[in-house]
């Protein structure tokens, strides 16, 4: 079993406390030019404490660090609801490419007709895939995309005359959609869904002051919102729309589409179901498909086709505006074209029917021993709650124990509606035999609580740290380092 | 497919454990109306070597800053990247990971942040700086909010010499939000927001002044000014750095009182990349962390009192706070930030202010020569640091359009920004821009003049 074991454990100071006076890591050019003096009152002195490091100090430093870190070419890595998969290599080396990578934003659009096209192109696949026909690829990550995609809206009712200021959000949603819906001004009504949201529910709290219901779909259980079609036509038919956070099109392609199930709005998560890195929390990339009705208020640029080739249309007067700065991530919108062009049609669906098949194999294999608390069929997650076990052992605890097993743990306590909640997304890209080495850990897990608890409530014992202090972070935050002579 | 594992004889075995006869019956709860009845309608499949040659198809219609004498900054700069960045940014120990929600086996990521953090305050002056967010365009966005949080006030005025990107997005994040927007102006002399309108526009209601620091003319503003205009009516004093090399050589925005920081961090070593993905810096005062927007990773101890780090002050979070949150970001630029980190530590204590230094000195040596060319003016006379604007007399576009034949990207013109400035360029010189390349633009300028 390839399970986390000792291995050499490095110990490494921070930076500055490395730093020797007089050190180098850099060597510029000489100067070619007079060197010209900035007036005294503007330049600053000597920065305190920053540090002075040669390239070996720096190289040794960080690859160091690196070794402290689990990530999915380490291992197992079933954080639902993030869809850690694979990550291609090729993917690595398209975005590095000088062609892309040397190419600076504001070169006139003639002179970027490839990177313009690709981005054209990676629009027109997700149009089809989501069967939402006009995108944005601007916003930065996927709560950045809900706040975009929830101001097209609010800009969409403005345009009629309405001022709609309610948003329901079924208790199964992620945080970032309340705290978005707040940011668009609007007040939330959340809504019980008992794993499934019903349409009955949401007529009870749809009326004409509502602009917008939020649905996870799958929702955040894995599961199939099966009356997704009556729901959207609630909201409709008092003139609301329907905004689908896509956290879960891993789910979906190929098989059903958001659009087709009368979704208005939906963000994509190129880093998750397009393959691209999590980067240790980013660099991500949320792209937003809308209906065509809602197009003109997509923000500016969208990149167009006409006669001359490739354009960014800056002119679209109804727009909500500019998200960030220039055209959105365009190193991962590079890798995500780059694995739908690997992947084709019959790929993609084939990535998510494995998903599926994967996470129902977890849920077969461990469903005798955790209690499952929703039990319709799972798409691509399921949920677990810690209810079952024994020896007073809590989901954390079991989470930090299969670290000492060698796998990244489960996403915990999400989503809210399940106490204890462990929730499993394997992927694709798992074999049968890593979920195997997955689901016997677990097991002996829930062995161990009961016959030995202490295993998992002093666990991890394998890493370099233990566990960590949390409420002390908190009560008196430590957010950087000083020098001894810096005060502060 | 080469990144799905499964054989044919591992779906018929996971299928008998979950005991279904087939992958479709896991798809039962998704009604037939709402099934795509149809394959996908995209391109076939690439292998690896086919998607290199699309790949490299695309790539060569684009003009890279290698290829092309590029004068082109207004918050994105061409600088040197060392080798050592992409080499130990592609561990995958960093790069395949995900925030680190398990501390004890994300240490690198959690010191490398905490290390960031540091640095980050050490640049601006301040206190305590976040994990990082998109760029520097919603880290302004976010500034402007915090302020507002902060002051429990809801009047912003924005400098006209802030990036117009910086603006807009600003606009954008306030559209539906009880925030009122007013902008600045310049001063028409030298380039800087004008004080006496800022004097005249404060009030007991405003919650903010935000100015670029080098602003977009690059011109340095006067930022201890402003900022004590700022705090006689109890206002926050923002400013927006979108090209840090500058705080290699400039007195840090906390010096000169500023009590927001935040910016553009794409100069630390990250790729022009057609815009992005870039880092959005942002930094603040002791009094004011708890109302900061994005993640903090703070220093604690483990249960055998080693020293660790954790994700902290949580409770401003969208997770836990959910509508009442300090912002709705979840993630941050971790691997951007990661190579910020790195380009800091290369360039230490003296090379940051060397390679500042060159920008300055290279800037200056361009803006005087040019300066002097018959045609052209430098309308402004503040400071600049490595951006300056030129008055062409002929025009912009055909300015341009002229170096561009000549295989130069002469600079960006501001009336697509600023219709005021028809005849004017914003040109940006770092220090990838050799004597020699300066020297062919002037003379190419000097040619079309004559």
């Known amino acids: 079993m390839r399970a986390g074991t000792r291995g050499l454990i490095l110990k490494e100071k921070l930076l500055f406390e490395h730093s020797t006076p007089g050190r180098k890591g850099y060597r510029l050019p000489t100067l070619d ?41 380490s291992g197992f890595y079933p954080l639902g609801s993030c869809t850690m998969k694979y990550n291609p290599k090729v993917n690595e080396a398209a975005c590095r490419l000088s062609g892309f990578a040397q190419v600076h934003p504001m070169v006139p659009d003639r002179l970027a007709q490839g990177a313009l096209e690709m981005m054209h192109d990676l629009q027109e696949a997700l149009a089809e895939i989501s069967g939402l026909p006009a995108l944005t690829l601007q916003p930065g990550a996927g709560a950045h995309g809900e706040l975009a995609g929830m101001l097209v809206i609010r800009a969409f009712h403005e345009a009629r005359g309405q001022k709609r200021h309610k948003v329901i959000i079924p208790d199964t949603a992620h945080g970032t959609n309340p705290a978005t819906a707040a940011l668009c001004g609007y007040q939330v009504v959340p809504v019980a869904s008992d794993g499934i949201l019903t349409a009955a529910a949401v007529a009870e709290h749809m009326d004409n002051e509502v602009a917008a219901l939020m649905i996870t779909n799958p929702n955040t259980l894995g599961l199939f919102e099966g009356e997704i079609a009556e729901i959207c036509k609630v909201v409709h038919d008092q003139g609301g729309l329907v905004y689908c956070d896509g956290a879960n099109l891993n789910a979906l392609m190929g098989i059903a589409r958001p659009g087709d199930m009368g979704i208005d709005v939906m963000h994509f998560n190129l880093h998750k179901t397009f393959s691209t890195p999590h980067g240790g929390g980013g660099p991500g990339s949320g792209p937003v498909g809308v209906s065509a009705e809602l197009a003109p ?3 500016v640029p969208v990149v167009v086709r006409d006669e001359d080739g490739f354009r960014l249309d800056f002119d679209r007067p109804r727009s909500i505006g500019r998200m960030k700065g220039f055209h959105g991530h365009f190193g991962v919108l590079v890798r995500a074209w780059a694995y739908i062009r690997t992947m084709g049609g019959a790929g993609l669906r084939e990535a998510t029917e494995m998903a599926v098949l994967n996470a129902n194999y977890v849920r077969a294999r461990l469903e005798p021993a955790f209690h ?12 677990f709650s810690d209810r079952d076990l024994q020896g007073g052992c809590k989901t954390l605890d079991v989470a930090k124990r299969l670290i000492d097993y060698g796998f990244h743990p489960p996403t915990v306590y999400f989503p809210l509606v399940v106490a204890g909640a462990l929730m499993i997304e394997p992927t694709e890209t798992e074999s049968v035999e890593a979920l195997d080495e997955f689901c016997e850990a677990m097991l002996a897990i829930v062995r161990e609580a009961q016959e030995d608890p202490e295993l998992l409530k002093q666990a991890p014992r394998v890493p370099h740290i233990r566990r960590l202090d949390e409420t002390r972070a908190a009560r008196k935050p430590r957010l950087r380092w000083r020098a001894e002579n810096e005060n502060g | 497919m080469r990144y799905i594992p499964h054989t044919a004889e591992d779906v018929r075995r996971m299928l008998q454990t979950v005991g279904v006869d087939s992958v479709d019956e896991l798809f039962v709860e998704i009604p037939d109306s709402v099934r795509l009845q149809r394959p996908l309608n995209l391109d076939d499949s690439l292998s690896e070597s086919e998607l290199l040659v699309a790949l490299q198809e695309l790539a060569q219609r684009n003009a890279t800053v290698s290829q092309t004498a590029s004068f082109l900054g207004a918050g994105a700069y061409n600088h ?18 995900y925030t680190p929600y398990q501390p004890e086996i994300s240490q690198g990521t959690l010191q490398a942040i905490f290390e960031y953090q540091t640095m980050i305050c050490q640049l601006t002056g301040m206190d305590a700086a976040n994990a990082s967010m998109y760029d520097g365009a919603s880290a302004c966005a976010e500034g402007v909010l915090m302020a507002c949080r902060a002051t429990r006030r809801r009047r912003v005025l924005l400098s006209r010499g802030l990036h117009p990107e910086y603006r807009s997005t600003v606009q954008t994040y306030c559209r539906y939000l009880d925030v009122e927007l007013e902008e600045i102006p310049v001063d028409a002399a030298t380039g800087r927001t004008d004080l006496k309108a800022l004097g005249a526009a404060l009030d007991q209601d405003c919650a903010a002044v935000v100015s670029g620091y080098p602003n977009f003319f690059g011109i340095i503003e006067d930022i201890g000014s402003q900022a004590k205009l700022a705090h006689e009516h109890g206002a926050r004093l923002v400013a927006a750095v979108q090209e840090p090399i500058a705080l290699g050589l400039l007195k840090s925005p906390g010096e000169l009182g500023a009590d927001i920081v935040l910016g553009e961090g794409q100069s630390f070593g990250l790729p022009l990349s057609f815009g992005g993905p870039y880092l959005g810096f942002f930094a603040a005062r002791q009094k004011d962390i708890r109302t900061l927007p994005g993640r903090l990773v703070g220093e604690t101890l483990d249960l055998e009192g080693r020293r660790g780090f954790v994700l902290t002050l949580a409770t401003r979070e969208q997770h836990i706070r959910r509508e009442r949150a300090t912002s709705n970001i979840c993630s941050n630029q971790g691997l951007c930030a990661l190579m910020a980190t790195i380009y800091l530590s290369l360039m230490g204590k003296t090379g940051l202010r060397e390679v500042a230094q060159h920008n300055f000195s290279k800037t200056q040596y361009a803006k005087e020569r040019i300066g002097a060319l018959q045609g052209f003016k430098i309308p402004f006379s503040g400071p600049t640091f490595n951006e300056f604007v030129v008055k062409a007399e002929e025009g912009s576009a055909a300015v341009l359009s002229r170096l561009e034949q000549q295989g130069m990207l002469g600079g960006i013109a501001l009336e697509c920004f600023y219709p005021e400035f028809d005849q004017h360029l914003l040109v940006c010189v770092t220090e990838q821009n050799s004597r020699g390349q300066i020297d062919a633009l002037v003379d190419a300028l000097a040619g079309g003049a004559s």
């Open chain 1, 33 to 73: 030019v007079p060197e010209a003096q900035l007036p005294e009152n503007l330049e600053r002195a000597e920065i305190t404490g920053f540090p002075e490091l040669s390239e070996v100090d720096v190289v040794r430093h960080f690859t160091r660090l690196s070794t402290w870190n689990y990530g999915v070419d």
């Open chain 1, 372 to 383: 499952l608390p929703y039990k319709r069929r799972s798409l691509h997650e399921v949920v």
């Open chain 2, 80 to 97: 040197f990247i060392p080798a050592v960045i992409d080499h130990l940014v592609s561990r995958s120990e960093f790069y395949t990971a």
């Open chain 1, 297 to 299: 208020f997509l923000p």
